[in-house]
Nanobody, 122 residues
Framework: VQLQASGGGLVQAGGSLRLSCAAS????????MDWFHQAPGKEREFVAA????????YYADSVKSRFSISRDNAKNTVYLQMNSLEPEDTAVYYC????????????????WGKGTLVTVSS
């Protein structure tokens, strides 16, 4: 499956952004979807995951009360709504697909999209 993330940009602390990840090439609903982020000089880290049917989600503790993951299988798209953004959220955000639940290790993901940069100014 091919993945393309979009929606990143520059936002002030406390603001919101909505990231999208469009999938193509294979049956999107066959895959569970994750978002990861990678800050400069740091390793790629898990942010959020959603099961193939959109019913079950899972979040990193650092974003649990601020971010929301969702998907629209009819549009082959997964979303990440990010609220109350903090400078520490500044990173490149990646979407990824996997056929096992749940995977939070980047090495366990099967397909990756190119990232989208989120910059949060203080």
């Amino acid at each position: 499956v091919q993945l393309q993330a979009s929606g990143g940009g520059l936002v002030q602390a406390g603001g919101s952004l909505r990231l999208s990840c469009a999938a193509s090439g294979r049956t999107f609903s066959n895959y569970h979807m994750d978002w990861f982020h990678q800050a400069p000089g740091k390793e790629r880290e898990f942010v959020a995951a959603i099961r193939w049917d959109g019913v079950t989600t899972y979040y990193a503790d650092s974003v649990k009360s601020r971010f929301s993951i969702s998907r629209d299988n009819a549009k082959n798209t997964v979303y990440l709504q990010m609220n109350s953004l903090e400078p520490e959220d500044t990173a490149v955000y990646y979407c990824a697909a996997v056929d096992r639940w749940i995977v939070v290790d980047p090495d366990g993901m099967r397909y990756w999209g190119k990232g989208t940069l989120v910059t949060v100014s203080s």
